[in-house]
């Protein structure tokens, strides 16, 4: 695998609150290895854009990091669940790519 890309098994779970976001913590070693190699890719809110493959979707989008856990989040669309027949408190397989 390359530098920039990281392959892991995490659950889904919901925030809780109106807004109804899913997401997947990225797990603590990977998201220190993510900010030591690539604190200069930081966005908005501390964001690092990845390309992110669940299944047989694809898509790019971004990861944030939560002070709470130290981990990156991953959001997870509604499309994205329903193709791939994911719900709350369910395990998948996830690879990212540093962009």
């Known amino acids: ?3 920039n890309q990281y392959s ?5 779970w919901l925030y809780p609150g109106k807004a109804a976001w899913h997401f997947i ?4 070693d990977i998201s220190a290895d993510i900010h030591e190699k690539f604190a200069d890719r ?15 979707s694809s ?6 990091p939560d002070s709470k856990s130290s ?3 991953l959001p997870i669309k509604s499309e994205i ?3 791939e027949r994911i719900m709350v408190d369910e395990s998948c397989r996830v690879q990212i790519e540093i962009i």
Request: glycine share 8%; aromatic share 18%; charged share 25%.
């Open 59 to 64: 898509w790019k989008t971004s990861i944030f």
């Open 25 to 28: 913590s990225v797990p603590k």
């Open 81 to 83: 669940r329903k193709v």
């Open 71 to 73: 981990c990156f989040l």
């Open 1 to 3: 695998m390359k530098y």
């Open 42 to 56: 930081k966005r908005g809110w501390g964001s690092i854009p990845i390309y992110v493959k669940i299944g047989t």
């Open 8 to 12: 892991f098994k995490s659950v889904i």
